[in-house]
């Protein structure tokens, strides 16, 4: 992500192996974690006493396996928002590197995409990335929220019939509830990769010292700890945008009579309800999970990625 590679005619292919690479290991590692977050924000206050107390009436009641409920549709779809975020990025940045927003390097003679310039490509990739990530993530919240042992008991009987109740109920527009929310959140990878390039630039300053690391380790730490960063900024965000999507699809009239559908309420109408019923703290349930998935998942598949790209034999440039 400080990096990005070229290889003669496979960087298509390239970049879609290594962002199903990312992807899967995303939720392998993390969506344990954020089932157990979307659970804190979304239930009524009181409901949970914690994370703790969410992870052990969750296995008691719903069994182990509940804890990847809503995982198919990221680990289908994940790849396709690595790549859109990772591909948009990349253009930023040579965009904004050819409209002179570079800083000198340690290097006599050589220009580097600056701080600032890495920020404002992240934000664009961010921005870029939620149009597909918003109907992705509608599905794994809301098919998380179901707490039901027997999917029979259950309102959504999987993704595709999650997919088809929204449609129905909402129009094809629905699929995207909850869009303002996921731009706010998503336009904090500002933040992210801001600070990512921070950190590498941090240990690569080591170089030659006793405390000098790998590269791959240093992407893995910087991975991990801009994660903090991005959600330190964004679980505000994240907790608003998870109640847009977990709104009820239809009132108790009749599911399939389209003149009872609910209006979609709006950011700002649920951060209000938030504050006035939770104060400040309303706004960071979930944030213990987050940074407990934060680092191991972002470090983790950033790790993936580099090296599917390095055993691809992808060319690795430094811009």
């Known amino acids: 992500m ?55 009436k969750l296995i008691q009641h ?43 390097t340690p290097e006599k003679g050589v220009e580097r995409l600056s701080l600032l310039g890495h920020g404002i490509a992240g934000l664009g990739a961010g921005l870029t990335s939620a149009l597909v990530a918003t109907p992705v993530e509608l599905l794994k919240v809301n098919l998380q929220l179901q707490s ?17 109740q929204v449609v129905r109920a909402q129009g094809i527009r629905g699929l ?15 933040w992210m990769f801001m600070s990512f390039e921070a950190f590498m630039r941090g240990f690569s300053a080591l170089e030659g010292t006793q405390y000098e690391i790998s590269t791959g380790l240093s992407n893995f730490l910087s991975g991990g700890l801009a994660s903090f960063v991005f959600w330190a900024f964004a679980i505000p965000a994240d907790n608003v945008k998870n109640r847009m999507m977990s709104q ?9 009579d389209r003149s009872t559908r609910l209006p ?3 950011f700002l109408s649920i951060a209000r309800d938030i504050h006035a019923e939770e104060g400040v703290r309303g706004f960071l349930r979930g944030l213990g999970p987050t940074f407990l998935r934060a680092f191991p998942s972002n470090a983790s598949a950033l790790f993936v990625y580099e090296g599917i790209l390095n055993g691809l034999g992808a060319e690795k440039t430094r811009h």
């Not at 959504?156 to 999650?162: E, S």
């Open 62 to 104: 719903e069994g182990v396996s509940a804890l990847y409920k809503g995982a198919t549709p990221p680990a289908v779809a994940w790849a396709a928002i690595d790549s859109v975020l990772l591909g948009s990025l990349y253009n930023y940045r040579l965009i904004l590197r050819r409209h002179g927003m570079t800083e000198p």
């Open 2 to 56: 400080g990096e990005t590679y070229t290889a003669a005619g496979t960087i298509r292919l390239v970049g879609a192996l290594a962002g199903v690479g990312s992807g899967l290991t995303k939720v392998a590692v993390g969506h344990g974690f954020d089932t157990i977050k979307t659970r804190m924000q979304c239930s009524p206050p009181g409901t949970y006493a914690g994370a703790i107390d969410v992870l052990k």
């Open 264 to 266: 979609r309420r709006s």
């Open 176 to 190: 995207w509830t909850g869009s303002t929310g996921s731009f706010i959140v998503r336009g904090n990878m500002f």
């Open 248 to 256: 009820p699809l239809l009132s108790s009239i009749g599911p399939r």
């Open 148 to 164: 039901q042992r027997s999917s029979l008991d259950r309102q959504f009987k999987g993704p595709v019939d999650c997919i088809r």
